[in-house]
């Protein structure tokens, strides 16, 4: 981390704009804040499993909170502007007019109407043209759903584009792209790094449909006149292309070799390293990275943080409503690994890396009348750090470099049980990232490199000046020795159970419960 004052030097701005809101956070070369501003995204549930976005909300919660940040500087250090970096929700897009008008609501990457499509065009062909597995997130199958059901909205489209896309219209007037952004889309041959005319042909788009490129660090453009007289500033300000949020935010970590990883325990748990060839492994998905020339290779669960949620709102103390329960934490700290005979499968969202089966469900094995509400709040933190460690396992063999540490970031890291299991687990040192906005600090950096202020303008390298970190925290290589045996029988558990699962998807199927009413789409 760089310790060299950088008050008086260049500020960068740094979007994300994520599934719930768009932040604002503008950056000195120390990777400080200096003032921040949020708004927020109405999410769309037009009908079961369907989730979209007004796509103007994108722009217009980028501008207000743009505009909200930049008003808390004084004069003099609004003249210290010099870059704007983008990050966002990965995978989503949206189609538009020649004037930039949205046809329909964006698709988000969470949707789930795609599953007749994933189907139909996914198998290890389409994995390794693309990097990315078959499953609800890239657009591809949501494309090729429109294509189906709603092709004049892709007969109408002037533009399809990606989020930061759409964003950078907006800022600059051109349909312009990261590379490491519209890979997202699931569109990219990605061993070169652009459209594969195959892929389209699925989606049922053309080429001149498509945003233009740009590599991750470089200028799209420079922002409108307009904008420059509405933010108070003075000059053009150059947008840089960024990356999606995930690839930010390994930036923002200064995970940027092979043997250092990004972990989020958020609401899902993702993890990933950078390689500099890309390998097609059926574990783990790929992208085009946000350092110039790089890959991620990524692995992903969906039941992360949000699981630990859902017991704590489901079977935890009511007052807390779900939020972390430092009593609880307590509780299941003094219990010893295993947890006594108590295993948690933690499908409860399906299975992603490395089996990616979406019929697959949590299970819930070795109960016995002493077990308490700790020993499952327990067994379920140690099933998925179970998960984590055998997918740590499989990102190594691909990129055949050993771990040596694990940058954490996410709600999970405020819990210290948690914290220190998974690096008991892993059998890997975790350093805490401090920043909370990791991914809009990862587009920062990005923007910070590209002024040249550290002489260079290395992303790697910038990050390595611009992260901030906290405790790094070592394995207890006794408890370690304990979860590896632990660890052997959950992996059982799901070869087994793998036909079951798939006879409760169908008798669910068969014996349905009343379907919730879902508010209208927006446009």
């Avoid at 652009?194 to 053309?206: F, P, T």
């Avoid at 790089?294 to 807390?320: C, M, T």
């Avoid at 108590?342 to 990616?356: D, E, F, K, R």
Wanted: with cysteine; aromatic share 8%; hydrophobic share 40%.
């Amino acid at each position: 981390m760089n310790t060299k004052n950088y008050n008086d030097g260049p500020l960068v701005i740094a979007i994300d704009s994520s599934t719930t809101s768009t932040k604002a956070i503008i950056v000195n070369a120390s990777g400080h804040v200096v003032v921040s501003a949020k708004n927020s995204i109405q999410l769309h549930t037009p009908a079961m499993d369907f989730y979209e976005h007004n796509p103007i909300r994108w722009w217009e919660t980028t501008r207000d909170s743009i505009q909200e940040a930049v008003s808390q500087l004084l004069p003099k250090d609004r003249e210290r502007i010099a870059a704007i970096g983008i990050t966002h929700q990965r995978e989503s897009f949206a189609c538009f007019d020649k004037k930039g008008k949205p046809i329909r609501n964006g698709i988000l990457w969470l949707d789930g109407r795609a599953t007749k499509q994933i189907k139909q065009f996914g198998s290890k062909h389409i994995h390794n043209l693309s990097g990315k597995p078959p499953g609800e997130p890239p657009a591809i199958y949501k494309l090729a759903w429109l294509k189906e059901n709603e092709p004049q909205t892709l007969e109408k489209a002037y533009k399809i584009v990606d989020v930061h896309g759409y964003i950078t219209w907006n800022l600059t007037g051109e349909w312009v792209s990261s590379e490491a952004s519209a890979d997202t889309l699931g569109l990219f041959d990605i061993r070169n790094r652009n459209y594969s005319s195959e892929l389209m042909d699925i989606a049922g788009v053309k080429r001149d449909q498509m945003a233009d490129l740009v590599p991750p660090g470089q200028i799209m453009g420079f922002l409108k006149s307009e904008l420059i007289t509405t933010w108070g500033l003075s000059k053009s300000i150059p947008v840089i292309a960024g990356a999606g949020d995930g690839m930010a935010a390994g930036i923002g970590a200064a995970a940027v070799t092979p043997d250092i990883a990004y972990l989020n325990l958020g609401t899902a748990v993702v993890a990933g390293v950078q390689s500099s060839e890309y390998k097609y492994n059926p574990v783990f998905r790929n992208y085009v990275a946000g350092i110039p020339g790089n890959y991620i290779f990524e692995v992903v669960q969906h039941s992360g943080a949000y699981l630990a949620g859902w017991f704590r709102q489901a079977l935890g103390d009511p007052k807390l409503l779900g939020e972390p329960d430092i009593r609880l934490d307590k509780e299941a700290d003094i219990i010893p690994p295993g947890c006594e005979g108590l295993i948690t499968l933690p499908y409860w969202n399906a299975v992603q890396s490395p089996y990616w089966d979406a019929l697959a469900r949590g299970a819930v094995v070795g109960w016995r009348g002493t077990h308490s509400r700790a020993h499952m709040y327990r067994s379920i933190l140690e099933g998925i750090t179970y998960e984590v460690k055998m997918n740590l396992e499989f990102l190594q063999k691909g990129t055949g470099v050993n771990l040596t540490s694990l940058r954490i970031m996410g709600g999970g890291t405020r819990s210290e049980l948690w914290r220190q299991m998974v690096t008991d687990i892993t059998g890997i040192p975790i350093t805490i990232c401090l920043e909370d906005e990791i991914s809009a600090l990862g587009a920062a950096i990005q923007a910070m490199a590209s002024t040249g202020v550290f002489g260079n303008k290395d992303i790697a390298y910038a990050s390595k000046q611009m992260a901030h970190f906290g405790n790094t925290i070592e394995p207890n290589l006794e408890r370690h020795a304990i979860y590896n045996e632990v660890g052997e029988i959950q992996r059982k558990l799901y070869p087994q159970l793998k036909d079951i699962f798939t006879q409760l998807h169908k008798l669910a199927e068969k014996y349905p419960g009343p379907k919730p009413e879902s508010p209208k789409s927006e446009l």
